[in-house]
């Protein structure tokens, strides 16, 4: 049995059984994708449905298993997200991660979007920041985001249009359900066009679209910048 938060618990029932039966077999049955059976669904045990004003959808899950956290975006290998020279290692390997957090810190005027470098970062003072990654998705919840991936495993990368497909019905119910409330949906890159061809709900709903972090210029680009800044996501107050 799916176990969920307690608000979320029958439309997740309803989205799940949505799903094809031997795709449903296939998720209760196999070990080899990730997150697990248990995981896969994290978003929604921790952000209660009352308490969700937005769904910020990523495509999948990362591509290793130690980094799969069953949240979109939030990378469960990287930790720490400083270190003495700037971002931590594992931040900066993590190309969307580290453009979202050199966006966030030029949002609260902490860093010039002329100078990003580690050198830039490394002089901040980091006394009233988050240092980890959990933090930053617990920042996100305090918003109201639920971390939503349009799949939710992972097994290989030739695979992921496939579990993609697999779970369009999952989230056609998923927005079914939700599309009487005021929930605003957040789509960065080209996923926007998945969800809108592939989801006919998703049209119901506010949405807020831009490039994809993976692209540098999403730091610069003010619109993101100013969605964004309000909630605040690098806070530890």
Not at 16 to 28: G, M, Q, V
Not at 118 to 147: C, H, R
Not at 148 to 156: A, M, P, Q, W, Y
Not at 204 to 231: C, L
């Amino acid at each position: 049995m799916i176990i969920v938060h307690s608000s979320w618990q029958s439309i997740i029932n309803n989205s799940y059984s949505k799903l094809s039966k031997e795709y449903r077999e296939f998720l209760e049955n196999d070990t080899e994708y990730f997150p697990s059976y248990d995981n896969f669904l994290n978003a929604f045990k921790t952000l209660p449905l009352e308490n969700t004003k937005y769904i910020l959808f990523g495509q999948d899950p990362y591509p290793r298993e130690q980094s799969a956290s069953g949240y979109a975006f939030i990378d469960g290998d990287v930790e720490e997200i400083f270190s003495k020279n700037g971002l931590s290692k594992k931040v900066n390997r993590a190309t969307s991660l580290r453009n979202f957090f050199k966006m966030l810190l030029v949002a609260r005027e902490s860093l010039s979007e002329k100078d990003c470098s580690k050198e830039a970062i490394a002089k901040i003072d980091k006394s009233k920041l988050i240092t980890n990654i959990m933090q930053f998705k617990d920042n996100f919840e305090k918003n109201g985001v639920l971390l939503l991936n349009t799949s939710l495993i992972f097994t290989d990368k030739k695979s992921t249009s496939k579990h993609v497909k697999n779970f369009l019905p999952f989230m056609n119910e998923l927005l079914f359900n939700l599309q009487d409330r005021n929930i605003e949906l957040i789509m960065l890159g080209n996923i926007s066009q998945v969800i809108h061809k592939k989801i006919p709900y998703s049209n119901n709903f506010q949405t807020f679209e831009a490039m994809h972090p993976y692209n540098i210029q999403f730091i610069k680009d003010s619109s993101v910048r100013n969605f964004f800044k309000p909630m605040n996501l690098l806070s530890n107050l």
